[in-house]
């Protein structure tokens, strides 16, 4: 790929950051949720802004300050300021996409399957998604967990280390990726030291000036978005195992469209409580027997791995959006890009999954909505979380599937054949 290419290629895909950007933009919980940090920054009072307590890293602050102030030099309201925030989120997601396509011409993947890889990772319907409701950092931490494993794929250690510590700092879902990057460290080789210096520094320099202007406001925020305030009624999410098993009752509400007694599925109070932390603590259970055999294991099973953690992370969370699955997508997106030959059908499948669970929602009118969606959602990622366990827990079996996969469609299994080992 000449120069002059990669540079349009890289406008292109920024041209398209900024059009999501403006086209979907809204502000939804911003205005509640990091909104008062960028409307304080705008004012000049810096300490009111490194003292805020939204729900989420001091990154994904940070990374949105230089579009916010550049939004001020004209005559920008708080939409505005929105908006030119999130271009800085998806502009990760750009740099991600560049770095995918590059690997993926390397491993002979051919140009029309790297534009439409590029183009999903950077615009699907789950960015779309977020940016509608007000959280453009899922974008930007997706990117930095899926760029520090392929970091890792790469030996760099060091780079790996600090996008890695953004991750950490942008979002704190991004703690269930400490096992697959801890097997990356052993897989890849990387100079462990180094590793440990790199990312430590780098989380002390984001986190530092938000602890140091008001320590107890940041504990408390970051202690608060690892909780889940739970009502007596709070409903169960559809994009979840817990939605199926969780008994249905009626409450009684203040009136809405008329009605004042809803029939929901609300969470237990005990599985409220330990959910988030049962997500992280499984996350790394599940690295220890990768641990174990990582000598055996392919280059590319540890982002496989990481997708992984991620699918597993929004199944099992009782309050699941459908944007939550941004890291997922661009992990597994980045797996099968780089190992899959042909154009991303997983992937691409997964992105659009959402708009058939509405679809099939608003014609299914017998059937309860949420049931529709549910079961659509299960039906999609239940099959998808068993390939990748197998493949990576159970390799064997895996290649007799394949194998049997093979002669029954030997056609298909051509134009999907591996581009890589394992």
């Known amino acids: ?63 949105r300050v230089p579009f916010v102030l550049a939004a001020n030099l004209g005559d920008a309201g708080m939409l505005d300021r929105y908006r030119w925030g999130a271009v800085g989120c998806l502009l990760a997601s750009v740099v991600l996409a560049f770095v995918i396509v590059r690997l993926m011409r390397r491993a002979g993947q051919p140009a029309w399957a790297c534009a439409i890889a590029a183009v999903l990772l950077v615009a699907n319907p789950l960015v779309v998604k977020a940016l509608q409701f007000g959280h453009p950092e899922e974008v930007l931490g997706a990117a930095l967990c899926a760029g520090a494993m392929l970091a890792a794929m790469g030996r760099m250690g060091i780079m790996a280390a600090i996008l890695f510590a953004l991750a950490l700092t942008t979002k704190q879902w991004a703690l269930v990726i400490v096992g697959p990057m801890v097997l990356a460290v052993l897989v890849y080789g990387l100079p462990r030291r180094r590793f440990a210096v790199a990312l430590a520094l780098t989380g002390a320099a984001v986190a530092g000036p938000f602890v140091l202007s008001d320590p107890g406001s940041y504990l408390d925020a970051q202690n608060r978005a690892g909780s889940i305030p739970v009502t007596s009624w709070q409903p169960a999410s559809p994009y979840s195992v817990w939605y199926p098993v969780t008994p249905a009752k009626d409450v009684r509400i203040r009136p809405v469209d008329g009605e004042s007694v809803v029939r929901v599925r609300p969470v237990p109070p005990f599985v409220a409580a330990v959910a988030k932390k049962a997500i992280v603590l499984a996350a790394l259970l599940l690295a220890i027997p990768l641990l174990w055999r990582h000598r055996r294991l392919s280059a590319a099973d540890p982002l496989l791995f990481l997708a992984f953690v991620l699918l597993l992370r929004c199944m099992l969370d009782p309050f699941n959006n459908p944007y939550y699955h941004l890291p997922f997508l661009a ?61 990576l827990y159970s390799p064997a079996l895996g290649h007799r599937l394949r194998a049997r996969f093979r002669r029954a469609l030997p056609s298909l299994s051509r134009t999907r054949a591996a581009l890589a080992p394992g």
Do not use: I, N
């Open 331 to 391: 992990a597994f997106l980045a797996w099968e890009s780089l190992t899959v030959r042909g154009a991303p059908l997983v992937g691409l499948g997964v992105s659009f999954a959402f708009l058939l669970q509405t679809g099939l929602a608003e014609s299914l009118t017998s059937v309860a909505p949420y049931t529709t969606h549910c079961v659509t959602y299960l039906a999609w990622s239940l099959p998808l979380l068993a390939f990748m366990a197998v493949h």
């Open 1 to 63: 790929m000449g120069r002059l290419a990669k540079f349009a290629g890289f406008g292109v895909l920024a041209g398209l950051a900024v059009g999501m950007s403006v086209r979907y933009g809204s502000l939804g919980d911003y205005e509640a949720d990091a909104g008062p940090a960028f409307e304080a920054l705008s004012a000049g009072r810096w300490r009111e802004f490194f003292g805020s307590d939204a729900l989420m890293g001091p990154f994904a602050l940070l990374a």
